[in-house]
């Protein structure tokens, strides 16, 4: 009996310490998964307050523009200012963009952003050509001017709630979640993005001569155009096979133009087209070490990754350093024509030799085989246009993208300047005309464009 006792005590015992262990395994497991959930969230926060925190930038600059332009009468000033704000309307879409926000949610921002660049374009070629701005079309400018500061006003409380902890992006996340995908999602941000969008009630409707960029939110990416959609698991596949992550897991969906899957793993985020299975964008959020590497040594190793990537012919101009990653610009190639609408960014980071961040979007929207035209200028009679103060160091075929959303087939000059100038200089291969000046700034933190 007291044998049986003695087994049965133990059977207790082993029962119970089996139970223990296993409980232990479950909490240990669900305190890893808690980690890792929230290492994810603090690094998608981090990136949405980046983004928001990026289009205040870019709104307040354009505010900025807008109100200068008021005053600008000469067609030196206009062109200047009406470049900046196309730049800064499209630095401001890429920004609203990343944010987790409903598009047709944001689509009179949206539709604000388009329309300006376009607008001050065209107002500019008008002056350039002898007309004249009318007081119909200064009223107008009048009226963007307050809705730029408007918007501005609206991004800047965000931000300094954001920043105090009065709102998150979490807790936006949240909201939607208990939702259940209902479209009136109540927190402080939604909120604030609400009443931003309500103040275009009485925006103007700009029936203007020109291209607006209305188009740019139906415009079908061309590299994309045609292809098979990809169902979910068969685009993770392609995200693991891309990032070398087996750990990778769906995130979400996305739509819009351009509709994505992303997916998610610690800190690695990877979004790939539906169709066609392309990488829109990876970026590597982990924490980056003392660099090791040269900038020359991180270039080598973006032009290897990219050529795994996404095979093909590229050209690199342009770099820049910052918190121990290098982002390199790299321009496919057709034949001997630099493309320059098919951009790639790739981000590398100096302690390791690592990919950290890639960026396929302007290749996806861009790329396509080309019916490239011979110039009718011939790079003799282009190069006569060249000021006497440059010294041609190399040239070539360039297709740059134009004001008007189309792409101009120009003969590229690398110059020297006079101090040393580093200059890039566009000829129209067509008509002999300037198109674009770049001046070339490198020092230790790169080599960057103005």
Known sequence: ???????????????????????VALSAAAIGGYAAANRSRTSMEYSY????????????????????GKYASTEKQLQGLSNKLWRETGYAKSALNQLPVNGTELSATYKFLSQLG?????????????????????????QLTDYAAEISGHLASMESALDNGQLSFAELEQAA????????????LSDGF???????????????????????QQQTPRLTEGKETLSAEAALQKAKDFTGNDALTLAEET??????????????????TKAGGYTDYFYNSREIGE?????EQALEAAREAIQKMAPGEYTNRYYSISGGVLTANFAAKQGDTVLYPDLIKVGVAMDTGEVLSFDGRGYIMNHTDRALSEPALTLEAAQAVLSPRL?????????????SLGETLCWEFSCEGEDDDQVLVYINAENGMEEEILILLEDETGVLSM
Do not use: W
Request: net charge negative; proline share 3%; hydrophobic share 35%.
């Open 1 to 23: 009996m007291e044998n049986g006792t003695t087994f049965h005590r133990r059977s207790v015992i082993r029962i119970v310490s089996f139970t223990l262990a296993a409980l």
């Open 291 to 295: 660099a090791t590497l040269t900038a």
């Open 391 to 403: 010294t041609v160091k190399s040239s070539g075929l360039a297709l740059i993208p134009d004001n």
């Open 49 to 68: 307050q980046r983004a928001l925190g990026e289009l205040t930038d870019y709104v307040n600059n354009i505010n900025i523009a807008l109100e200068k």
């Open 194 to 216: 609400r009443e931003m969008e309500e103040g275009f009630e009485d925006y103007p409707t700009l029936i203007y001569d020109g291209p607006f960029s209305d188009h740019i």
């Open 255 to 272: 739509g819009g133009n351009l509709p994505c899957y992303r997916f998610e793993a610690d800190t690695l985020t990877v979004s790939i």
């Open 177 to 188: 979640v208990s939702s259940g995908g209902a479209e009136e999602v109540s927190s402080g």
């Open 118 to 142: 376009s607008f001050c374009v065209a107002l500019s070629n008008r002056v350039s050509e002898g007309g004249t701005i009318t007081e119909e079309e200064s009223a107008l400018m009048d």
